[in-house]
């Protein structure tokens, strides 16, 4: 592999990027005709459809996003509101910080990028090749981008007309995170982050109800981590 | 109308994009200890995050009981742990899943 020259490594690296986005393919095409459709009914046709799909690329907000288009939300409104439903992405963006410290001209995009899914597929580190690794986080991140623009154009264009057969598709987004999940449990020794993650986001949810418990979970996960940080610490290092 | 629902689309573009490069911003010269430990042990406990979140609007208190999301969640598992092949436990857990809410617990 070492000795094979650059130009045929870098179709090998969109190859094994393609194949590593696939899982995620289903679920955004699938959840982007959702939004399509919903934004559609709410009078905003294909270019919004697209425009939010491009500039905002971040799922649950542009779920949120209809609602404050069709009720003509106010500025302070929609800011506080995004901040509110994206505040999560703080916590991925700061635990790639050293990830992604040398990515270069792909950097922005790759930052610009970080979705759910996207951050699902990346975060644990694995590269087919230490050397292009920047390289492909790159194209997962933009496979991932246009399969969402593809489901948001194809929801706009359809409208409410689409044979919609496929219930319980929507469950892929879950597969994909459960076995994001199993994965990392079979690759690490120490399992209490995960038992973090998963306990205290129940508690969050159980107390707190559907609604509003995904930022104190994140708060509460941090809490705990950094209190454990010197047990923890010790055996990363 | 059309000039304020551009303005709101560009103000939650903005807000996203702040929001995303916003610790890349702040740890630009250096990484805290603090922060990249924060980096090893976040990644793993936030996948755990998004699992319960997928999960939640699951009602488990009256018929099928959640058992569709059980089953096909156990599958996911049972399928990765197995075969190590992420693709595979997705697709079969969707398969499973879809079968289970058309055909099984209509």
């Not at chain 1, 696939?22 to 905003?44: E, K, Q, S, T």
């Not at chain 1, 792909?106 to 996207?118: G, N």
């Not at chain 2, 089953?71 to 990765?80: E, R």
Request: hydrophobic share 55%; proline share 4%; with cysteine.
């Amino acid at each position: 592999m070492e000795k094979s020259p650059e130009a045929e490594r870098k179709p090998v690296i969109v190859r094994k990027a393609f194949l590593k986005s696939l899982p995620v393919m289903a679920g955004y095409v699938v959840l982007g005709i959702g939004f399509g459709i919903l934004l559609r009914n709410a009078g905003y046709g294909v270019l919004w459809s697209v425009a939010m799909a491009v500039l905002i690329y971040a799922g649950s907000m542009q779920y949120v996003g209809i609602d404050l288009l069709a009720g003509g939300a106010g500025i302070l409104t929609t800011i506080l509101t995004t901040v509110m439903v994206n505040a999560r992405h703080l916590f991925y963006s700061i635990s790639m910080v050293d990830r992604y410290k040398n990515a270069g001209k792909y950097k922005p995009y790759m930052i610009f990028a970080l979705t759910d899914e996207t951050y699902s597929l990346l975060c644990d580190g694995e590269t087919p090749d230490s050397e292009h690794a920047d390289l492909y986080r790159f194209l997962v991140s933009l496979f991932n981008q246009l399969y969402w623009i593809t489901g948001c154009l194809l929801g706009s264009l359809l409208g409410a007309v689409l044979p919609f057969s496929s219930a319980g598709i929507e469950f892929s987004m879950t597969a994909l995170f459960i076995a994001s999940f199993t994965e990392q449990w079979l690759r690490t020794k120490d399992h209490i982050p995960a038992l973090t993650g998963l306990l205290a986001t129940l508690l969050c949810l159980v107390v707190l109800g559907p609604e509003n418990f995904l930022i104190p979970a994140m708060l509460l996960i941090t809490l705990i981590l950094t209190l454990l940080r010197g047990r923890l610490g010790r055996k990363a290092v | 109308m059309n000039t304020h629902a551009a303005i709101l689309v560009l103000v939650m573009a903005a807000v996203t994009i702040l929001l995303r490069f916003l610790p890349f911003l702040v740890f630009r010269k250096r990484t805290p200890a603090y922060i990249s430990y924060l980096g090893e042990v976040l990644p793993a406990a936030i996948i755990g995050l998004l699992v319960i979140y997928c999960l939640k609007d699951t009602v488990i208190t009256r018929a099928p009981f959640g058992a569709p999301e059980l089953i096909a969640g156990l599958a996911v598992v049972g399928l990765q742990v197995w075969k190590r092949n992420s693709l595979l436990s997705i697709l079969g857990g969707t398969v499973i899943y879809m079968v289970l809410v058309q055909a099984v617990f209509p």
